[in-house]
């Protein structure tokens, strides 16, 4: 960083991870805090809260700029697009009651671990700060702050066995645990006290209070009261509410904090003690029977199942095998790529079962330890949650500074006068066992059809079935991935409940032994031993075992994808027609499984073997058929989503083929659209890539006699392309090197591809990127682990495990199919419509009231006390509290409500809206000016004239009753009564219960407005209750109201003006605000096109008839530009959804 203070004054912190942050340097100033505190006092407290508001203004003020190596303060600040600041202060730590002479430094801290790094010698002191539960310590070495309380990830698998393999030294440990701090994820409950301050200390409070005061000094005291009643009240159901939060919270993670451990002390042997005490790099004992995990931890011996239901939300049991001891240079977690989570024991997953080494020990090495662990990461994923940044939020912003701009312009008149998942998403939970390919030498044999009258012969395929799989026993049932129980299952051979240590050579290994169950065919063998196995990858797409026959040699099986299987067999042993065969049986939608196995040399121990020398040279034994149907819902829901134009996308970790045949019997791809295959290639000896397209149906020649011939085909595509029926497919391989080599590509093929196969995790969770970088809103439906990391990343995630503690998406669905999409969908759609109402009726509520205001304020007056309070609570509250009860449209419709606040028809209502409130206040307010029996002064007026013929019948009482009004000028007149008030009021409380009717939208996106019972009864209630206020002469009642006497044809008259108003409100609401092809019309006319890069891009490739190119390949280094220029291809018009913002 230098040694200039103004350089280093700032630097990244996390850099390249999910919470990255800039850190600033400062230093306290006295006379500056000392001018701040004057300034507390001045201001009576205001300019603290300010600063409670802003912190970064806190630190400005009272502090200057410095490097972070001299600051005694520090100020963070989000990188995204809130740029969110936060002020921490530095603290320091010692550890001079550990080190006690210079000669303890090696021994206790190496000088490449960030511990060494972080002391400050002589006076034995970290500098250290603390930002959202996790502890940062100063690297006086490198200048920067870095995160304490995980392994350096520097360490190889070699190291991390001998540096850690016998445990820390009581002195490390102790050093260690002052720095990191203890291994607890510590939610506090927090006080009431605090959470009540908070929320008092929130602008909108604080503005209510000052609200509140400015009623009690216009003499509003009954709506100043019902202000503060209201505020009490919302206030503290927010503290309750944060409270059940952090006591749920607190509850979720105490079980954490309370485990006794065995940890192994360098030197000093075995020792148990509180996990709290644990530090990154001690090594823990895993015993025998269930345990929870209270860290993260890197497994070095032994082999573990783990349930991970709690941070995956799947409940199948996964196996953790060791870390190898790879001796290479490159850190453990390069070099064990995507798949270094197989080592990892996460904390708060379970561990039901363990099985040892050659002494029996399952050891691990504590990775990461309190927040910093997955379920701390968890745990502060809920404390802090990254802040959304919807539309709608950023849209009522701008129209509430429209509204205040609207208020001031007001005042100032005042003061003059006086604010898709995978196949498995789409298919039975249930896989069946369809049939066995059997290969021999090179050639397939029979297919073997389940269930068959005979059963399948002993052999080496037979062997592969029986020992090739992860299942385990677990309280007397067999548990696992369902495919391996099908495939156990059809065998009837049996695990063995009494599987313990088996001898090998002159070791002992905890193993698996499967016997031959009561109902398996006869077999010359007593059992198999599984010794070893390596766990099924994702990336790798295959898993294996080694295991012995009872008495006789040791074997290794493997089973995955097909392709990749016969990528690790000997050529001679793969048939000639592989390929033809496996594309017949994945065409028609099995699930095809690939088996190899070899005979492994004598002498050579099973823990001793590297994956890598255990999954090459195999024999090739043949395909594993299975059969998976589509859910019942499956395809209507899809056809549901088709019709409503929203566009469906397969991403799956199956076979191409398989996942196009799901796709076509679902009906995301129509019998009569063409699929074109993507496959992309790297060069070998270059840098250079090249991607093929070609029709997958050319693939089929061989086994369903397609004879056309290639230029038919051609044109059969080429027409079909022409008229938008195709669809693109690509795995991920291809996927990754069109990212990697073709980006110019990769969104032109985006809007038409459909299926996506053998698809990664890291590729899932990217291609939604890719998505979203295209303006299309994203929604992942997923049920498994792998689809963790896209389901966060997709705007709306939708999780169908089973689960309750599944926390991979906003969304879990208790039913474990995709009927929950379209159902999201319309209650996402119909509230978002509920939302715009409500926008749309406080905007008009606060502008009818406040026209009204203004009016009376042209003559000095004003609403009274109870008119304010019965229009806020009595009409408005009640309305926002029904309005949104209102259900969703159970259909959907093609295309979608306006996702802008601000968009032209919403504008339009709300001006059009607040047009007619203000010219029918106006008109009330001139007209009854213009009345023979208005009078400025004697608001009696006007019944004393109408009611003169009564005189005979009541002349003394009535005379008797005037008199007092008219001698008592306080009860004539208490500054509120007017007939202009009079109008005004009931004329714009009456208008609120129109707009309220006239916004409550129903179709297409909501039921029709009168099954909302409760809605439709509040305003039938209110309309009589001020019809009553409007007809009734209860002078009590009128006195209370500050209301006058009119004749009865001027009530009359207003609600004529009333009826009108609701005539066109309604009739310009349904004719032009709600009349769709009216907007389309105006936006064709004026040649308005929709910003989305994805439609944007459409309009571009529909220009270019030579896309899509068929029977073409390109290459990066020498076609990149010119199709990068060309930006050729053409649109998908079935799922052109017509999807413009109105």
């Known amino acids: 960083m230098g040694d200039n203070p103004a350089n280093n004054h700032s630097a990244q912190l996390n850099q390249g991870e999910e919470n990255e942050m800039e850190i600033f340097g400062y230093k306290t100033q006295g006379c500056r805090k000392a001018l701040c505190i004057a300034g507390y006092i001045l201001s009576c407290g205001a300019l603290l809260l300010l600063f409670y508001w802003k912190p970064e203004w806190d630190v400005w003020a009272n502090c200057v700029p410095c490097s972070l190596e001299e600051a005694d303060i520090v100020l963070l600040r989000t990188t995204d697009e809130f740029r969110i600041y936060s002020r921490k202060n530095?603290?320091?730590?010692?550890?001079?009651?550990?080190?006690?002479?210079?000669?303890?430094?090696?021994?206790?801290?190496?000088?490449?671990?960030?511990?060494?790094?972080?002391?400050?010698?002589?006076?034995?002191?970290?500098?250290?700060?603390?930002?959202?539960?996790?502890?940062y310590v100063w690297d006086i070495y490198s200048k920067q702050f870095q995160k304490v309380g995980a392994l350096e990830d520097h360490h190889t698998c070699s190291a991390i066995h001998t540096k850690f393999g016998s445990g820390l030294t009581c002195s490390e440990q102790s050093l260690r645990r002052v720095i990191c701090g203890p291994n607890t994820i510590d939610v506090p409950v927090i006080p009431i006290w605090k959470l009540l301050i908070k929320e008092v200390l929130n602008p909108f409070y604080v503005f209510q209070l000052f609200s509140v005061c400015l009623?009690?000094?216009?003499?509003?005291?009954?709506?100043?009261?019902?202000?503060?009643?209201?505020?009490?009240?919302?206030?503290?159901?927010?503290?309750?509410?944060?409270?059940?939060?952090?006591?749920?919270?607190?509850?979720?993670?105490?079980?954490?904090?309370?485990?006794?451990?065995?940890?192994?002390?360098?030197?000093?042997?075995?020792?148990?003690?509180?996990?709290?005490?644990?530090?990154?790099?001690?090594?823990?004992?895993?015993?025998?029977?269930?345990?929870?995990?209270?860290?993260?931890?890197?497994?070095?011996?032994?082999?573990?199942?783990?349930?991970?239901?709690?941070?995956?939300?799947?409940?199948?049991?996964?196996?953790?095998?060791?870390?190898?001891?790879?001796?290479?240079?490159?850190?453990?977690?390069?070099?064990?790529?995507?798949?270094?989570?197989?080592?990892?024991?996460?904390?708060?997953?379970?561990?039901?079962?363990?099985?040892?080494?050659?002494?029996?020990?399952?050891?691990?090495?504590?990775?990461?330890?309190?927040?910093?662990?997955?379920?701390?990461?968890?745990?502060?994923?809920?404390?802090?949650?990254?802040?959304?940044?919807?539309?709608?939020?950023?849209?009522?912003?701008?129209?509430?500074?429209?509204?205040?701009?609207?208020?001031?312009?007001?005042?100032?008149?005042?003061?003059?006068?006086?604010?898709?998942?995978?196949?498995?998403?789409?298919?039975?939970?249930?896989?069946?066992?369809?049939?066995?390919?059997?290969?021999?030498?090179?050639?397939?044999q029979d297919v073997h059809r389940f269930p068959a009258d005979h059963s399948l012969p002993w052999g080496p395929m037979f062997r592969a079935m029986v020992v090739c799989h992860s299942l385990i026993v677990l309280e007397g049932k067999?548990?696992?991935?369902?495919?391996?129980?099908?495939?156990?299952?059809?065998?009837?051979?049996?695990?063995?409940?009494?599987?313990?240590?088996?001898?090998?050579?002159?070791?002992?290994?905890?193993?698996?032994?499967?016997?031959?169950?009561?109902?398996?065919?006869?077999?010359?063998?007593?059992?198999?031993?599984?010794?070893?196995?390596?766990?099924?990858?994702?990336?790798?797409?295959?898993?294996?075992?080694?295991?012995?026959?009872?008495?006789?040699?040791?074997?290794?099986?493997?089973?995955?994808?097909?392709?990749?299987?016969?990528?690790?067999?000997?050529?001679?042993?793969?048939?000639?027609?592989?390929?033809?065969?496996?594309?017949?049986?994945?065409?028609?939608?099995?699930?095809?499984?690939?088996?190899?196995?070899?005979?492994?040399?004598?002498?050579?121990?099973?823990?001793?073997?590297?994956?890598?020398?255990?999954?090459?040279?195999?024999?090739?034994?043949?395909?594993?058929?299975?059969?998976?149907?589509?859910?019942r819902e499956t395809k209507p829901v899809l056809e549901e989503l088709s019709a409503a134009h929203i566009r469906s996308v397969m991403v799956t970790g199956d076979n191409i083929q398989t996942a196009v045949t799901v796709a076509k019997n679902a009906g995301m791809i129509s019998p009569t659209n063409r699929v074109i295959l993507?496959?992309?290639?790297?060069?070998?000896?270059?840098?250079?890539?090249?991607?093929?397209?070609?029709?997958?149906?050319?693939?089929?020649?061989?086994?369903?006699?397609?004879?056309?011939?290639?230029?038919?085909?051609?044109?059969?595509?080429?027409?079909?392309?022409?008229?938008?029926?195709?669809?693109?497919?690509?795995?991920?391989?291809?996927?990754?090197?069109?990212?990697?080599?073709?980006?110019?590509?990769?969104?032109?093929?985006?809007?038409?591809?459909?299926?996506?196969?053998?698809?990664?995790?890291?590729?899932?969770?990217?291609?939604?990127?890719?998505?979203?970088?295209?303006?299309?809103?994203?929604?992942?439906?997923?049920?498994?682990?792998?689809?963790?990391?896209?389901?966060?990343?997709?705007?709306?995630?939708?999780?169908?495990?089973?689960?309750?503690?599944?926390?991979?998406?906003?969304?879990?669905?208790?039913?474990?199919?995709?009927?929950?999409?379209?159902?999201?969908?319309?209650?996402?759609?119909?509230?978002?419509?509920?939302?715009?109402?409500?926008?749309?009726?406080?905007?008009?509520?606060?502008t009818i009231q406040y026209v009204g205001v203004l009016l009376l304020y042209w003559q000095l007056n004003s609403f009274g006390n109870y008119q304010f309070l019965f229009q806020d609570l009595a009409i408005t509250t009640v309305i926002g509290m029904t309005m949104s009860f209102t259900e969703a449209y159970p259909k959907l419709v093609p295309y979608r409500p306006p996702s802008q606040l601000i968009s032209p028809p919403l504008l339009l209502s709300v001006i059009l809206n607040i047009l007619f409130s203000l010219g029918m206040q106006i008109f009330g307010f001139l007209m009854v000016q213009k009345q023979s029996w208005y009078s400025k002064t004697d608001i009696h007026s006007a019944c004393l004239s109408v009611n003169s013929h009564m005189e005979n019948s009541s002349s003394v009482s009535s005379l008797d009753l005037h008199g007092m009004r008219d001698g008592d000028p306080m009860e004539a007149d208490n500054g509120y009564k007017s007939y202009e008030n009079t109008t005004v009021w009931l004329l714009s409380t009456i208008n609120c219960l129109i707009v309220a009717l006239v916004f409550s939208k129903g179709k297409p996106f909501r039921q029709p407005i009168y099954t909302n019972y409760v809605f439709i009864l509040v305003l039938i209630g209110q309309l009589g209750v001020c019809l009553f206020l409007v007809f009734a002469d209860i002078d009590d009642l009128y006195s209370k109201m500050d209301l006058v006497c009119t004749p009865t044809t001027w009530r009359i008259?207003?609600?004529?003006?009333?009826?009108?108003?609701?005539?066109?409100?309604?009739?310009?609401?349904?004719?032009?605000?709600?009349?769709?092809?009216?907007?389309?019309?105006?936006?064709?006319?004026?040649?308005?096109?929709?910003?989305?890069?994805?439609?944007?891009?459409?309009?571009?490739?529909?220009?270019?008839?030579?896309?899509?190119?068929?029977?073409?390949?390109?290459?990066?280094?020498?076609?990149?530009?010119?199709?990068?220029?060309?930006m050729g291809g053409h649109s998908n018009p079935t799922f052109d959804s017509n999807e413009d913002v109105l």
Request: proline share 4%; net charge neutral.
């Open 478 to 631: 067999i548990q696992g991935d369902p495919l391996d129980m099908k495939m156990f299952e059809a065998t009837n051979w049996v695990i063995d409940d009494s599987s313990g240590h088996q001898t090998e050579g002159q070791r002992s290994t905890c193993a698996t032994v499967v016997r031959p169950g009561p109902k398996a065919s006869s077999a010359s063998v007593e059992g198999f031993t599984i010794l070893h196995q390596f766990p099924f990858s994702s990336t790798l797409q295959r898993m294996s075992v080694i295991a012995q026959e009872t008495g006789r040699e040791k074997q290794i099986f493997t089973k995955g994808a097909p392709e990749m299987v016969a990528m690790l067999c000997r050529a001679e042993t793969v048939p000639l027609n592989f390929e033809s065969k496996l594309l017949f049986y994945t065409a028609q939608g099995f699930r095809v499984i690939g088996l190899a196995y070899k005979s492994l040399q004598s002498g050579k121990q099973s823990t001793d073997l590297t994956r890598e020398e255990v999954e090459s040279d195999l024999t090739f034994l043949g395909l594993l058929i299975m059969e998976n149907r589509l859910k």
């Open 215 to 444: 009623w009690f000094a216009e003499d509003y005291i009954e709506y100043a009261a019902a202000i503060i009643i209201m505020s009490l009240l919302s206030i503290s159901l927010t503290v309750y509410d944060l409270r059940e939060q952090s006591v749920k919270l607190q509850r979720l993670v105490e079980s954490h904090n309370n485990i006794t451990v065995t940890v192994c002390r360098n030197k000093e042997g075995f020792q148990e003690l509180e996990s709290h005490h644990l530090v990154p790099g001690d090594m823990i004992v895993l015993k025998e029977g269930k345990a929870l995990l209270p860290c993260d931890a890197i497994l070095i011996s032994g082999q573990c199942i783990v349930n991970e239901s709690m941070l995956t939300g799947e409940s199948i049991p996964v196996t953790k095998t060791h870390l190898p001891q790879a001796d290479n240079l490159k850190p453990w977690r390069v070099h064990c790529a995507e798949d270094y989570k197989k080592h990892v024991l996460f904390c708060g997953t379970e561990v039901i079962q363990t099985k040892g080494d050659d002494r029996g020990v399952v050891k691990a090495v504590v990775l990461q330890t309190g927040f910093n662990t997955a379920k701390g990461d968890l745990v502060r994923s809920i404390l802090y949650p990254k802040p959304m940044n919807f539309r709608l939020y950023r849209d009522a912003l701008r129209f509430l500074m429209c509204l205040i701009a609207f208020a001031t312009i007001g005042m100032i008149y005042t003061v003059c006068v006086f604010a898709l998942n995978g196949t498995g998403t789409l298919t039975e939970d249930g896989l069946d066992l369809w049939g066995l390919l059997p290969s021999k030498g090179n050639c397939f």
């Open 90 to 135: 530095v603290t320091w730590i010692s550890v001079s009651g550990i080190i006690k002479s210079r000669s303890d430094y090696p021994s206790i801290a190496e000088e490449d671990s960030i511990f060494s790094k972080a002391l400050m010698k002589p006076s034995l002191q970290v500098k250290c700060i603390q930002v959202q539960k996790i502890r």
């Open 1053 to 1126: 008259s207003m609600v004529i003006m009333l009826a009108v108003t609701l005539a066109v409100s309604f009739l310009v609401e349904e004719a032009i605000i709600e009349n769709r092809a009216l907007w389309l019309l105006l936006k064709k006319t004026f040649r308005y096109h929709s910003k989305s890069h994805y439609k944007r891009l459409q309009r571009v490739l529909e220009q270019d008839s030579a896309w899509p190119p068929l029977n073409e390949t390109f290459f990066s280094d020498s076609v990149a530009v010119s199709v990068e220029d060309d």
């Open 678 to 846: 993507v496959e992309a290639n790297k060069i070998p000896g270059s840098f250079s890539a090249s991607v093929t397209w070609k029709s997958l149906e050319e693939n089929k020649t061989e086994d369903y006699g397609n004879l056309d011939s290639d230029s038919q085909t051609e044109r059969r595509i080429r027409l079909a392309a022409e008229s938008g029926q195709y669809h693109f497919a690509m795995n991920g391989k291809s996927y990754q090197i069109v990212a990697q080599y073709f980006s110019h590509l990769l969104p032109k093929l985006l809007l038409n591809a459909t299926v996506f196969a053998r698809m990664s995790p890291g590729q899932k969770s990217s291609l939604v990127e890719e998505f979203q970088k295209l303006d299309y809103f994203v929604g992942m439906c997923g049920d498994g682990a792998n689809d963790c990391g896209a389901l966060k990343v997709a705007h709306a995630g939708i999780s169908l495990s089973e689960q309750e503690a599944s926390v991979a998406s906003p969304f879990t669905s208790r039913t474990p199919s995709i009927a929950c999409v379209p159902e999201l969908i319309r209650e996402g759609r119909a509230a978002l419509v509920t939302s715009f109402c409500m926008f749309k009726y406080m905007a008009l509520y606060s």
